[in-house]
């Protein structure tokens, strides 16, 4: 396309033909618009006295148009040149755009067209993470950025990630919308097998406006903001104002020997705290101990989030919450945890400082524990019982602030249609009845960040206060909540924690349970008996041998069953509401204890 052939604009046509060239060197999808408009200019025999009169050629819209005004202005104050006015009457005789039949010549008013509205990629998305990556380059450079380089700088500007799908069931990331960026001829992208990208001039500006918007006191797109301003933060992490505006998010459980600060031989802490002898199993039918609490100056010990090693991403990707957290400045201790699945301890560090005043380890457990549950594991845990159990053991930990974390996974809509009343119904009765708070995350990485947000918060909130910790050698199963409980009544303005040895020996299954919590347990078993209603009959018949016992005394025979069916019921028929018994659970129990 050789630009010496005799033209009637000259001047235009060369300007035209460096854009045709330029995109076609790029391999960008204007180049067939730009040919057109060249082979259209080359051919028309008027000369144009303002490049705002294009728009009648076939090939010219107003943004080509207005590309040329600004070449031809820039080209004016270069050489001296006056510059051209845009004229009224745009229509030139002998174009299409003329009406020929009209007999007063009076010109029609163009065709109102909409505008086009630019592209604003959503906040801290793919798309506004690629661009604000590529924008970190020199612009005009032709070198690029691979992949891995992009990632690499994009990945703190985005909510999702760039490597790993928010699902596993999924395989779409955040970098399947480098795709939308490249069909909008955003981004150019070159190179094979190794692609490398860069912004296109349309990118530039779409920079531009994400960081004048960012930054009000940047210049707008018409003067190029320098690559350092658009490669900051997209935005600060918020900072949560109060303990329950940012419940911790919990992570996905996943085993590292690597995160760990330093491995440690596997205890175990079943021994640390005795099991006092309760024929009765009443924990308060012990005396309180009286104890000189051990205190923990400011300065001393460090906060550090403590993750569940059994629960993980993927079966082929057990690290991504650690490495996730890692990204975040949070990096968490992993180990086996007896209850929950993330907790926050306090980590002395002199590591003999609490062995020397009485208690074991160099960790304090502070107040706050997360159990996480995915949508379709709450619904069999739901189902198998396991749930009822968990918050049982949450509550009977002595910890104040107990969150439930439900992550709402993508699953069937058939089944989630099928168990939606149920999964409601359990959420309900955490927040009422037990008293728990309920966070619900979309993914996995909502959690992380949930979770990273509850760290930061818990290291201002105790880091900068003494902690006041319970020697362990006053402590047993039965006298450990009796013994919160009235600290708690007597002194509330203090916090008394225990060493992590100490939690994990009380949380496991078997330490805590007392023979009232075993009578509790099998009296749930029975379909329709609740952890309410279990409590009644316990108050009543304080063992499982007084229950089967009571059951004996009704006799034998037809008249015996009859007063065994009756005998629950009968018992509490001064109970309304969810802790009545009815006649047809009295039989079913009746059945099971005493052979009715």
């Not at 009457?89 to 067209?113: F, M």
């Not at 992570?251 to 491995?263: A, V, W």
Request: hydrophobic share 35%; aromatic share 6%; charged share 30%.
């Amino acid at each position: 396309m050789p630009v010496e052939e005799p033209c009637a604009n000259p001047l235009l046509l060369g300007w035209v033909h460096e854009w045709v060239e330029e995109a076609r060197e790029r391999n960008s999808k204007g180049f067939t618009t730009y040919r057109k408009a060249y082979t259209a200019l080359k051919a028309c025999p008027v000369t144009f006295q303002h490049p705002s009169q294009l728009q009648q050629l076939r090939g010219f819209g107003p943004k080509l148009c207005d590309r040329l005004t600004e070449k031809l202005q820039q080209h004016c104050r270069d050489n001296g040149l006056p510059i051209p006015k845009c004229p009224r009457r745009s229509i030139i005789p002998g174009l299409a755009n003329e009406d020929d039949n009209d007999e007063d010549n009076e010109e029609r008013p163009p065709k109102r067209q909409r505008k086009a509205k630019p592209y604003v990629p959503t906040l801290r998305s793919g798309p506004y993470a690629l661009i604000l990556g590529l924008a970190t380059l020199e612009e005009g450079t032709r070198n690029g950025m691979t992949k891995p380089q992009l990632i690499e700088v994009a990945q703190p500007h985005c909510d999702a990630s760039f490597t790993a799908p928010p699902d596993p069931r999924s395989f779409y990331t955040a970098w399947n919308s480098m795709k939308t960026l490249i069909d909008k001829d955003l981004v150019y992208e070159r190179g094979r097998p190794t692609r490398r990208y860069t912004l296109t001039d349309e990118g530039w500006e779409v920079a531009r406006r994400i960081q004048q918007t960012r930054n009000p006191g940047i210049p707008g797109p018409a003067q190029p903001a320098q690559p350092a301003q658009l490669a900051q933060p997209a935005r600060p992490e918020p900072q949560p104002q109060g303990l329950h505006d940012a419940v911790p998010q919990r992570p996905d459980r996943s085993p590292s020997l690597e995160i760990q600060d330093r491995p440690k031989e596997a205890s175990n802490y079943s021994d640390v705290v005795a099991t006092a002898d309760s024929s009765s199993g009443d924990s308060k039918s012990s005396e309180l101990p009286k104890f000189g609490a051990i205190r923990l100056a400011p300065g001393s010990f460090e906060v550090h989030l403590v993750l569940d090693v059994r629960e993980v991403r993927a079966k082929t990707d057990r690290d991504y919450m650690q490495n996730e957290l890692a990204k975040k400045g949070v990096n968490p201790i992993v180990r086996s945890l007896e209850l929950g699945d993330a907790l926050w301890v306090a980590r002395c560090k002199d590591a003999n400082f609490l062995s020397r005043l009485g208690a074991e380890g160099d960790e304090v457990v502070l107040d706050y524990i997360v159990e996480r549950k995915r949508l379709d594991d709450l619904i069999s845990s739901i189902k198998d019982g396991r749930f009822r159990e968990q918050k049982f053991r949450l509550k009977r930990s002595g910890l104040k602030n107990i969150v439930y974390i439900i992550e709402e996974i993508s699953m069937d809509s058939e089944t989630l249609d099928r168990r939606a009343a149920m999964i409601q119904s359990a959420i309900a009765s955490t927040q009422v009845v037990n008293g728990f708070f309920v966070k619900k995350t979309q993914k996995m990485d909502d959690t992380i960040r949930y979770l990273t947000r509850m760290t930061m918060l818990l290291k201002k909130q105790y880091e900068s206060k003494p902690l006041l910790v319970i020697p362990t050698e006053v402590l047993t199963a039965q006298n450990y909540l009796p013994l919160l409980a009235d600290l708690r009544d007597k002194e509330p303005a203090n916090d008394y924690h225990i060493t992590y040895p100490a939690f994990a020996s009380l949380a496991s299954k078997s330490d805590m349970m007392t023979l009232r919590d075993v009578h509790l347990k099998m009296l749930m078993c029975t379909r329709g008996v609740s952890g309410e209603k279990a409590i009644e009959i316990q108050k009543r018949w304080k063992t499982p041998y007084e229950f089967v016992k009571a059951f004996e005394d009704c006799g034998s025979g037809e008249e015996g069953r009859k007063r065994k069916g009756e005998m629950v019921s009968g018992q509490m028929r001064n109970l309304v509401g969810k802790l009545k018994i009815s006649k047809s659970l009295s039989l079913k129990i009746a059945e099971i204890w005493g052979n009715a």
